[in-house]
């Protein structure tokens, strides 16, 4: 069963404007990480945040964690064309070994 | 640097043949993976290998079996085909775990007929 789930499903946006996706989460986690796939490639990482952080940045990229209510946020700010891809969140869990567990993602196209 | 190469990148399959994925790692990880990707259902796990000489069952294993056959190299083998085991496969590797982000190869397009 998915661990994580994305909200939107798909989001279409105009270049320049920002862009947010959601994800939640249903179990304790050790970490929780975003990737990028672009159509018909493998999935490329972005961005780790750790249970105990709430923000991190990374260039255009800023993610938030909130473990009391179990959700994270990808924002990417500045939206490029290039930047039309899937999103995934995924968990590692707090017990056992660190296997990831993957969401079901958001597409997002960014229109010139 | 190649990071994680995968082959075949496309494969058709008859029911009831058999096949292997072969996927490589060149960045001296610990921990290899082997996902499957379906339309609107994300990535699930087939199986796993923590370290050299471990292998463990994911979400999804049935059907499936893998070798680690060394530090390196890490495949999956299709025993015997089934339409439900049409999808794209992604081999990924880690240092150790989660604790740090996936390397993830470009996938296998794997149809079976």
């Known amino acids: 069963s998915q661990q994580g789930e994305e909200d939107p499903q798909a989001l279409s946006i105009q270049e320049g404007e920002n862009a947010t996706m959601n994800c939640s989460y249903k179990t304790s986690i050790n970490n929780l990480q975003w990737y990028r796939q672009n159509s018909g490639r493998g999935l490329v990482h972005l961005i780790l945040i750790r249970s105990n952080e709430r923000e991190k940045h990374s260039g255009r990229l800023r993610v938030t964690l909130d473990t009391s209510k179990k959700s994270s946020s990808l924002l990417i700010t500045a939206s490029r064309a290039a930047d039309t891809a899937s999103y995934f969140c995924?968990?590692?869990?707090?017990?056992?070994?660190?296997?990831?567990?993957f969401g079901t993602g958001t597409r997002l196209l960014v229109s010139p | 640097n190649a990071g994680v190469t995968q082959t075949p990148k496309f494969q058709v399959l008859k029911t009831g043949q058999s096949m292997t994925l072969q996927c490589a790692q060149d960045m001296n990880h610990n921990s290899m993976y082997w996902y499957r990707q379906d339309p609107g259902m994300g990535l699930r796990l087939i199986y796993y290998s923590a370290s050299e000489g471990t292998t463990d069952k994911g979400e999804v294993p049935n059907g499936y079996n893998v070798s680690r056959l060394n530090k390196r190299e890490f495949s999956l083998r299709l025993e015997s085909a089934a339409p439900s085991q049409t999808s794209v496969y992604f081999c990924?590797?880690?240092?150790?775990?989660?604790?740090?982000?996936?390397?993830f190869g470009s996938g296998t397009r794997l149809t079976v007929v």
């Open positions: 990924a590797s880690s240092e150790t775990g989660g604790a740090f982000g996936y390397t």
């Open positions: 995924a968990t590692a869990m707090n017990t056992g070994f660190q296997k990831l567990v």
